[in-house]
C-alpha cells in the first residue's frame, strides 16, 4: 500500500507523526518514505510492506494530510502501475524532461577514445540542436585485454566540452561504486556544466549491491538496460531495486536479447516491449538500436537496419534513443561496425522525426482506449 501525502507535508509534520504512531502500533507494517518531486512541489509518498491486507483503504484515506492512497499488487511497487495510481510518469533532469509521452534521443560515441572525437562529435550536436549524449568512459569488455576506456582520465574534457557545446544530460555506463564517486567529484571540479544519467549495463543488469548503491542516490537518473539473457519480468524486478531504496528517476532500456536466431544481427531486436513495458509501469522506456542491430548492413530499401530497428520501437512509442556515432567508425576502439558516421546524423534525426510524427497520430487515432494519468 502506498499514501501519497498531500503537498508539501513532509516527515516533520504532525500529520505524518500521526499516521507513523498509528503503523507502529500495527503488527508486521514496515514503513518505507520515499521523496518525489512533483511539478511544483515535493511529494512524500510512505510505502507500507508487510501485512497490508488488515488496513483498509478507507481509514487510511481518513488520516488529515493524506492526499491518497493506492493498493499496489506485489509485483513493481514502486515502479509498477497499479489500479487507481496516479502517481507521476516523468522526471526532470538538467532542465529536460523525461516521460512516457516524450522522445529524448542521446545520440553519441560507444566509447570516448580522444578529446577530439568527443568534441567532433559534440559539435555537430549542437548544430542539430541536440542536449543530450551517450559516452563511455567506463567500458565492460568481453576481454580483458581489450581497450577498457579512458575511465577518469577522460571526464575533465568531456565536463568541459558538454558545458562548452551546451550538453545537458550524458549517459555514461558506470561499473562500479567508485565510478560514481569519480563522476560526482570530476563534475564538482568542472563546475556542475552538465548531468550525468548513470547508466547499468546489460551485464550488470542483476548487479544487486550495485542497484542498491546507484538507488541510494537521488543525485543522478539511471539508465537501466534490460539484462540480455534474463526474462523482462527479472529485468524489471531489477529496476525496482534502484527505487526500492529512493531512486525512482529510472530509464528502462530494451537493447536486443543474446541469442543466435537473430543472426545477422548482434542481438534479437526486442522493441515489440516498448508498449508492454509503459504498461506494466511508470519508467519512461528507452531504445538502443546499436547495440541490438550491431552491424552497418542497408537493405534494399536503401536504408541502414539501425534506423530500421531505431523507428520499430519509436513507432510503438519509445521514450528515449541511445545511438552510436562516431566521427571515424572504423578507426572507433569498441564497436566501430554498428556506429552512425557524424555527417549522417541530420538524415537520422529527420527519420526520427518522421517516426514520431506517425506515432503520434496513431496515438490520436486509438485516443478513446488510451489510459490517461495525471501528471503525464
Ligand atoms: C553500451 O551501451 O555501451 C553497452 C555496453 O551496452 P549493453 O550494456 O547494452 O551491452
Ligand atoms: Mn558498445
Not at 44 to 65: D, H, K, Q, W
Not at 285 to 302: E, L, M, Q, T, Y
Not at 361 to 366: G, I, K, M, S, V
Amino acid at each position: 500500500m502506498i499514501l501519497i501525502l498531500k503537498p508539501n507535508i513532509g516527515v516533520d509534520s504532525k500529520e505524518f507523526q500521526r499516521i507513523e504512531r498509528f503503523l507502529k502500533n500495527q503488527q508486521n507494517i514496515e514503513i518505507r518514505v520515499h521523496k518525489v518531486q512533483g511539478a511544483a512541489q515535493l511529494l512524500t509518498e510512505v510505502y507500507l510492506i508487510g501485512n497490508t491486507a488488515a488496513l483498509s483503504l478507507e481509514e487510511m484515506r481518513s488520516f488529515p494530510g493524506v492526499d491518497h492512497v493506492v493498493r499496489v499488487s506485489e509485483e513493481y511497487r514502486v515502479l509498477g502501475r497499479h489500479k487507481g495510481d496516479n502517481r507521476q510518469n516523468h522526471f526532470t533532469y538538467q532542465g529536460v524532461r523525461f516521460g512516457q509521452d516524450n522522445l529524448n534521443i542521446f545520440a553519441g560515441l560507444c566509447a570516448v577514445d580522444s578529446r577530439e572525437s568527443v568534441e567532433t562529435m559534440m559539435r555537430a550536436l549542437r548544430e542539430n540542436g541536440q542536449v543530450c549524449t551517450r559516452l563511455g568512459a567506463y567500458k565492460p569488455r568481453t576481454s580483458p585485454y581489450s581497450f577498457q576506456g579512458h575511465g577518469k582520465t577522460c571526464l575533465p574534457y568531456v565536463f568541459e566540452l558538454a558545458g562548452k557545446y551546451g550538453i545537458k544530460v550524458i549517459a555514461m555506463e558506470i561499473t562500479h561504486e567508485s565510478h560514481l564517486e569519480e563522476i560526482r567529484e570530476c563534475l564538482e571540479k568542472a563546475g556542475n556544466p552538465t548531468g550525468v544519467m548513470l547508466q547499468i549495463g546489460t551485464r550488470n543488469t542483476q548487479n544487486f549491491e550495485l542497484l542498491k548503491i546507484v538507488g541510494r542516490q537521488q543525485e543522478f537518473p539511471v539508465l537501466l538496460k534490460r539484462g540480455f539473457g534474463i526474462t523482462l519480468d527479472e529485468s524489471l524486478h531489477a529496476a525496482e531495486y534502484l527505487a526500492s531504496e529512493g531512486n525512482q528517476k529510472v530509464i528502462f532500456a530494451l537493447r536486443g536479447m543474446k541469442t543466435n536466431i537473430g543472426d545477422p544481427h548482434r542481438n534479437m531486436v526486442d522493441f515489440a516491449h516498448v508498449p508492454v513495458v509503459k504498461r506494466i509501469t511508470r519508467m519512461p522506456v528507452c531504445i538502443d538500436p546499436s547495440h541490438s542491430v550491431g552491424i552497418r548492413a542497408r537493405s534494399s530499401d536503401g536504408i541502414l537496419d539501425v534506423l530500421h530497428a531505431a523507428a520499430q520501437g519509436v513507432i510503438a512509442g519509445a521514450n528515449m534513443i541511445l545511438i552510436d556515432f562516431h566521427p571515424t567508425p572504423s578507426r572507433a576502439l569498441v564497436d566501430g561496425p554498428q556506429a552512425l558516421r557524424i555527417e549522417e546524423l541530420p538524415a537520422f534525426l529527420e527519420d526520427i522525426n518522421i517516426v514520431r510524427t506517425a506515432y503520434e497520430r496513431r496515438t490520436e487515432l486509438h485516443k478513446d482506449y488510451g489510459v490517461t494519468s495525471a501528471g503525464s
